[in-house]
């Protein structure tokens, strides 16, 4: 197995988890959250590929699909490559409208199928390419960035999962 293989493999799980996490669902479902201060399903997959997508873009050197694709008209949401997740609160949360589970599921697998187009064409001295973010020490390279961002979009897609089972029980797992 090439290296590129093994990281797209781990990018693919996200992928795998939030089809099952998300089979079924209803919008009320996605929007539904836990507590006023949790994230709802909907809001949890949107934020996970819209990082992907940023991260990803930024690495590439290119614009994000959320803007080329016109992904946020489909989400109705401005066109604000800024607006990912990051620093939502729960009010912020509380307003996001979720699209159906096909939309957030179409949106990744685009994000998914540019960043394995992405990865399969870098080469091993791609990954030690520091980034320009001396906010971090030591500088992060492309190699680290590809796995925080993969265990990021990991960690949310259990996430994901776990709401589901909070508001649905275990039974949807076939358990």
């Known amino acids: 197995m090439e290296w590129q293989e093994l990281i797209t493999d781990g990018y693919g799980r996200v992928r ?3 089809e099952e996490a998300l089979d079924g669902l209803r919008v009320d479902d996605l ?3 836990p507590h006023p201060d949790c994230n709802s399903m909907g809001w949890l ?3 996970l590929t819209r990082v992907q997508d940023d991260h990803l873009a930024d690495l590439m050197g290119e614009e994000q699909l959320w803007i080329t ?12 490559r ?17 699209p159906d589970v096909e939309t957030l599921l179409e949106y990744h697998r685009a994000v998914l199928e540019r960043s394995r187009r992405y990865i399969s064409n ?3 001295a791609d990954l030690d390419r ?3 973010e001396p906010w971090y ?5 492309v190699g680290v960035r590809l796995v925080s961002v993969m265990s990021d979009c990991l960690q949310h897609a259990g996430q994901v999962a776990y709401v589901r089972g909070l508001l649905k029980g275990k039974g949807w797992l076939g358990v």
């Open 69 to 80: 694709d016109r992904w946020h008209a489909r989400f109705n949401r401005p066109p604000d």
């Open 122 to 124: 870098l080469s091993m």
């Open 82 to 98: 800024k607006d990912i997740g990051f620093g939502h609160s729960s009010e912020d949360v509380t307003a996001f409208k979720s």
């Open 45 to 47: 997959a949107w934020h």
């Open 31 to 33: 929007t539904e959250q």
């Open 137 to 141: 020490q030591p500088l992060p390279t």
């Open 130 to 132: 520091e980034l320009d």
């Open 16 to 18: 795998e988890v939030l």
